[in-house]
C-alpha cells in the first residue's frame, strides 16, 4: 500500500506541517533535510526523475504543482495547460514525495500579479527570453516566493530547461540564498524527443518533425570535433528538412556566461534549441566539447 503524499494548498498550512515534520524527524536523531522540486504538474518522467532524486537526497520531500500565471504571455497557454493533479498525485505516491503543494493563484498572489518581482537582468532578455518577455522574472519570482515559503536545503531543477537553471543558479549566488542546487539530466523518450508536459499537444506528425530537434542536436553534439560553425550547421541540416518545424532560436553559448560563442570557440559549451511544431513551442539542449 503507497502512503499518499499529503496535498496542501495554503501557504500557512505547508509551513506547519513542515515544522512539525522537522522537528519529528529531528527528535529522533536523524537528519531531516528538505528537498523542493518545482513543477507546473501534468507530470511525466521526466519530473518524476527529478523527484527520485529528490527522495534520494533528502527526507522530507516537497513537489510544488503550481501553473505560475506571471511566467506566461497574454497570448500564449496558460488556460490550456495539462492540469492532471489526480494522477499527478498517484505518480508522487509512488515516488515517495512527502507533500504536494498546490496553491491556488489567489493564494500565491492574493493581489493579483506580486508587485515585487525578482528580475532576470539581460540574460532573462534572450532566447527563451526574447520569445517570451517577462516569463523569466515571472518564473524567478515564483521559484523565489517558493524557496521563502518552503526553505529547502535542495531544490532539484532538471537540464531540459538549460537557461531556467543558469538563471535559478544565478539568482541564488546573487541573492545569497541558503539552498542549492540539484540538476537532473534530461529524460527523453527512446527517439530522442524530449518529455515535456507540451507533448500532449503533438499529433502524430507533429511528434515525428518534433524528433528533428534531439536528433539535430545530436548531430552538432558529433560534429562539434570541427569547431562551432560545423555543429550549427549539421543541426541547422537535420532541423531544416522539416517542413513542420518553425525554428526560433538555435545558438551555442557558453556555460558560464549564457551568451553566445565566437565561431572559433574551443571548450565547454551548450546549444539551445527552440522550435514551433504545428502549433507547439518546443525546447532542447545539448551540451558540446570542442576540443
Ligand atoms: P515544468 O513542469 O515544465 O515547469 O518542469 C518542472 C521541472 O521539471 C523543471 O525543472 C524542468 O526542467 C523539469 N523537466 C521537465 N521536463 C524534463 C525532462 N524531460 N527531463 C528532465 N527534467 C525535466
Do not use: W
Request: some cysteine; charged content about 20%.
Amino acid at each position: 500500500m503507497l502512503t499518499k503524499p499529503e496535498v496542501i494548498d495554503t501557504i500557512d498550512e505547508l509551513r506547519s506541517r513542515l515544522c512539525l515534520k522537522r522537528q519529528n524527524i529531528a527528535s529522533t536523531g536523524a537528519e531531516a533535510r528538505v528537498v523542493l522540486v518545482p513543477t507546473m504538474g501534468a507530470l511525466h518522467d521526466g519530473h518524476r526523475a527529478l523527484v527520485r532524486r529528490a527522495v534520494a537526497l533528502g527526507e522530507i520531500v516537497v513537489v510544488s504543482i503550481f501553473v505560475n500565471p506571471l511566467q506566461f504571455g497574454v497570448n500564449e497557454d496558460l488556460d490550456t495547460y495539462p492540469r492532471t493533479l489526480d494522477a499527478d498525485v498517484t505518480a508522487l505516491a509512488e515516488e515517495g514525495a512527502t507533500f504536494v503543494f498546490a496553491p491556488t493563484a489567489r493564494e500565491m498572489y492574493p493581489d493579483g500579479a506580486s508587485s515585487t518581482r525578482v528580475t532576470a537582468g539581460a540574460i532573462g532578455g534572450l532566447y527563451e527570453g526574447a520569445a517570451r518577455p517577462g516569463h523569466f522574472d515571472g518564473m524567478l519570482t515564483v521559484v523565489n516566493k517558493l524557496f521563502n515559503i518552503v526553505e529547502p536545503d535542495l531544490a532539484v531543477f532538471g537540464q531540459k530547461d538549460a537557461q531556467q537553471v543558469f538563471l535559478v543558479e544565478r539568482m541564488i549566488a546573487d541573492l545569497n540564498l541558503r539552498v542549492s542546487l540539484e540538476v537532473v539530466p534530461t529524460v527523453r523518450e527512446t527517439s530522442g524527443l524530449a518529455l515535456s508536459s507540451r507533448n500532449h499537444n503533438l499529433d502524430e506528425p507533429a511528434r515525428a518533425a518534433a524528433r528533428s530537434l534531439s536528433a539535430g542536436l545530436a548531430a552538432a553534439a558529433s560534429a562539434a570535433l570541427k569547431g562551432v560553425p560545423a555543429a550549427i550547421v549539421a543541426a541547422h541540416a537535420v532541423i531544416g528538412a522539416q517542413t513542420l518545424v518553425k525554428l526560433d532560436y538555435l545558438v551555442v553559448v557558453h556555460p558560464h556566461t549564457y551568451l553566445p560563442v565566437a565561431d572559433d570557440y574551443r571548450g565547454p559549451a551548450r546549444m539551445l534549441v527552440a522550435a514551433v511544431v504545428g502549433s507547439t513551442r518546443l525546447i532542447d539542449n545539448i551540451s558540446l566539447d570542442i576540443p
